[in-house]
């Protein structure tokens, strides 16, 4: 059933709609065994105290979990994103992949010369 809202995209979610999340989420769900801390903190480009605050709401809505592990020195804190939390995400991008198809094909009629443009650059 078609939405009375067509441009309402319901889908998206705002725990996802903030770039640093949005970073986060993404090597998560590319590295599902999990990442360190200072690896995700590298991989993001994110202060110490920026990924703490992006983590801490992914956490708080079930998104990821935080293990702490004890190695031969200092322990690490390991992350990874829950299965309900990549179901989650994996259908957010569906719907920004949807937002840019609503996008493209509005432009598209507008400027056709468009429409070849991005034929040639993406074949």
Same mark, same amino acid.
């Given at each position: 059933m078609k939405s009375a809202a067509p441009f309402a995209?319901?889908?998206?979610?705002?725990? /996802?709609?903030e770039r640093g999340r949005l970073a986060v989420c993404t090597c998560l769900v590319a590295n599902?065994?999990?990442?360190? /801390?200072?690896a995700l903190q590298e991989a993001c480009a994110l202060?110490?105290?920026?990924?703490n605050r992006h983590l801490h709401a992914l956490a708080e809505t079930g998104i990821v979990v935080l293990? *702490? !592990?004890r190695g031969?020195? *200092?322990?690490?804190t390991i992350v990874r994103i829950t299965d309900s939390g990549r179901e989650r995400f994996?259908?957010?991008i569906d719907e920004l992949e949807t937002v840019v198809r609503a !996008?493209?094909?509005?432009d598209?009629? *507008?400027?056709?010369?468009?429409?070849?443009?991005?034929?040639?650059t993406t074949s």
């Open positions: 995209y319901e889908g998206l979610e705002r725990i /996802f709609h599902a065994e999990g990442m360190s /801390f200072k202060t110490d105290g920026n990924l293990a *702490r !592990v031969s020195g *200092r322990p690490t994996l259908s957010y !996008v493209q094909a509005t598209e009629r *507008r400027n056709p010369a468009n429409a070849n443009l991005r034929m040639a």
